[in-house]
């Protein structure tokens, strides 16, 4: 992924990362009770609402605990339960990079290794509708074929466990590259290097889909 492609983050975001943190950093010890309302208003500059979203997003993620007429407090095992797709809202741009680079690797040569005569078709289907949106300058359809691409790479694993993992970079991917890119630039510059990736799978070589796959994640999305 594209160091410039950070994720965006809502105020209530913010405000529940800044709080994670100073969990995290033991500011807040576990078992202690969160300030009243009014006080994480002040403290963060905020309203309530925002407040009471951000506390609700932490309290999902399993940072923190709700009492009914008692209070908010921060939960034992702080961050446990965390859903994937809320750690990476608040992860940094180079961190999901990296581990998208690792997933699509390993992804590339189990496809090269597993993958069926339908998987091919796919693949080919996608990566050339991604093409020609790319020639015509159609950002949204080539965003949509370049995403399609990868999820049936995914899938051509059969590894399910893999492939799910992945498909959670995927949607928040579909959303960067959706708010980001002015232009199908991206797609005809790397036009060759996913079509090497493709050969490799289609000519079922694990090594070289492997490394076409590590070059392709280790510049860019």
């Keep these: 992924m594209s ?4 994720p965006r983050k809502s105020l209530a975001d913010e405000v529940a990362s800044a709080l994670q943190e ?4 033991g500011g807040y010890k576990v078992n202690q009770k969160l300030p009243v309302e009014a006080e994480l208003m002040h403290t963060y500059g905020v309203g309530r609402s925002t407040v ?3 506390v609700k997003i932490l309290v999902n993620s399993g940072f923190l605990r709700v009492l009914q ?3 908010t407090f921060v939960e034992e095992s702080s961050g446990f339960n965390e859903p994937l797709s809320q750690r990476m ?7 999901i990079a990296e581990v998208r680079q690792i997933l699509e690797m390993k992804i590339a040569e189990k496809a090269a290794t597993n993958r069926s005569g339908n998987d091919i078709s796919k693949l ?3 990566l050339s509708k991604r ?4 020639d015509k300058n159609l950002v949204a359809e080539a965003v949509d074929a370049h995403i399609s691409f990868l999820l049936a790479l995914a899938d051509a694993s059969k590894n399910e466990v893999l492939s799910g993992l992945y498909k959670q970079f995927l949607l928040q991917l579909k959303a960067d590259l959706t708010d980001k890119l002015e232009d199908t630039a991206f797609f005809k510059d790397k036009r060759d290097q996913y079509q090497n990736l493709l050969d490799g799978v289609l000519r079922q070589d694990p090594r070289k889909a492997w490394h076409s796959a590590g070059k392709i994640t280790g510049n860019m999305v």
Excluded: C
């Excluded at 100073?22 to 950093?25: C, S």
């Design 124 to 126: 080919e289907h996608f």
């Design 89 to 95: 809202k608040r992860a940094d741009a180079q961190s």
């Design 69 to 71: 007429g008692i209070g």
């Design 52 to 54: 009471r979203e951000a």
């Design 22 to 25: 100073k969990i995290l950093k």
């Design 131 to 134: 093409n020609k949106a790319a």
């Design 3 to 6: 160091p410039n492609l950070i």
